[in-house]
């Protein structure tokens, strides 16, 4: 890197550490970063050649589509079999009117909470229909689905070179990030533990009008799936926070310079993996228990 480009690298990263720091918000729909990874980005921002653009520590969320495109043709010609592939393949999702119905990036609980249903609780304010049509597999390429969500970190990295982006990609790597590349001067540092099951679609007549495909038990398996990967996720964060600072010769302070939200936050995750953890040993010895000797 000559030192004109590591000029060019280090006002890039001043401008993005301003907008980080500003109290203004940002263009994401939170408005800024997710405190729970915040002290892993401050980490990260230590190091003179890397500098954090984009992130999410992790969620849980129920999606639904937007309107999916429609092919005159199609429309046209219901038989012609490579139009209906043509169409199929123009998925709805983000954008069109897809909406956010229920996101957190806490720890999700496997238990309901104050006694409601997880169909009220993720599912927001949408009227939950009785009816039940008759299955058509051409009416599933017009049809907004309802999607449950659990979508591990995603982290997008800044490198001033080639050589660093190659250690920061072994780092993550080696840390259970083993969907993260390198592409152009952007390292993403992304996992697979992801959770994506449709639950319902929207009625075609009202959109806010839900046609479950699966019931409230279900809803709840998916919630404890959930908290599952959340855990590992956690985990991972942890592990690569503690990787890059051995690597990278950064200051381990950093992570102990937790706000009070972060504590907050790091406390509650710390105490539903217990909760889950004695709900799990309970199922096991009542099980022990049923068993005839």
């Known amino acids: 890197?000559?030192?004109?480009?590591?000029?060019?690298?280090?006002?890039?990263?001043?401008?993005?550490?301003?907008?980080?720091?500003?109290?203004?918000?940002?263009?994401?729909?939170?408005?800024?970063?997710?405190?729970?990874?915040?002290?892993?980005?401050?980490?990260?921002?230590?190091?003179?050649?890397?500098?954090?653009?984009?992130?999410?520590?992790?969620?849980?969320?129920?999606?639904?589509?937007g309107v999916r495109l429609k092919n005159s043709k199609h429309e046209k010609d219901q038989e012609d079999e490579n139009e209906l592939e043509t169409s199929a393949v123009m998925v709805g999702g983000k954008g069109g009117g897809g909406r956010w119905l229920y996101v957190t990036h806490d720890a999700p609980t496997a238990e309901r909470v104050e006694g409601r249903?997880?169909?009220?609780?993720?599912?927001?304010?949408?009227?939950?229909?009785?009816?039940?049509?008759?299955?058509?597999?051409?009416?599933?390429?017009?049809?907004?689905?309802?999607?449950?969500?659990?979508?591990?970190?995603?982290?997008?990295?800044?490198?001033?070179?080639?050589?660093?982006?190659?250690?920061?990609?072994?780092v993550a790597l080696a840390a259970g990030f083993r969907e993260s590349g390198y592409n152009g001067n952007i390292l993403a540092i992304r996992c697979s533990l992801r959770i994506d099951s449709p639950i319902g679609f929207l009625s075609p007549d009202d959109e806010n009008c839900i046609i479950p495909l699966v019931g409230d038990s279900y809803l709840a398996h998916l919630m404890a799936m959930a908290l599952e990967r959340y855990t590992e996720n956690r985990r991972r964060i942890d592990r690569l926070h503690e990787s890059i600072m051995r690597s990278l010769g950064l200051d381990s302070e950093i992570k102990n310079a937790e706000t009070k939200e972060e504590r907050r936050i790091r406390k509650k995750a710390e105490g539903l993996t217990r909760q889950q953890q004695l709900l799990e040993q309970r199922n096991g010895e009542s099980e022990a228990g049923g068993v005839d000797s």
């Not at 690298?9 to 918000?25: A, C, G, Y």
């Not at 890397?50 to 639904?64: E, F, I, K, N, P």
């Not at 017009?142 to 080639?162: G, N, Q, S, T």
């Open 1 to 65: 890197m000559t030192p004109a480009d590591h000029q060019v690298f280090l006002q890039k990263k001043r401008h993005i550490l301003e907008d980080l720091n500003s109290p203004l918000p940002d263009l994401s729909p939170k408005g800024g970063p997710d405190v729970q990874i915040l002290p892993l980005l401050k980490l990260i921002n230590q190091h003179e050649l890397l500098v954090t653009t984009s992130s999410c520590a992790g969620r849980v969320a129920v999606y639904a589509e």
């Open 117 to 170: 249903s997880w169909t009220d609780i993720l599912l927001g304010d949408l009227r939950i229909s009785s009816s039940a049509d008759g299955f058509n597999a051409r009416d599933t390429l017009h049809r907004r689905y309802v999607h449950f969500k659990y979508e591990p970190m995603i982290l997008h990295v800044l490198c001033a070179d080639y050589a660093i982006a190659m250690k920061l990609l072994g």
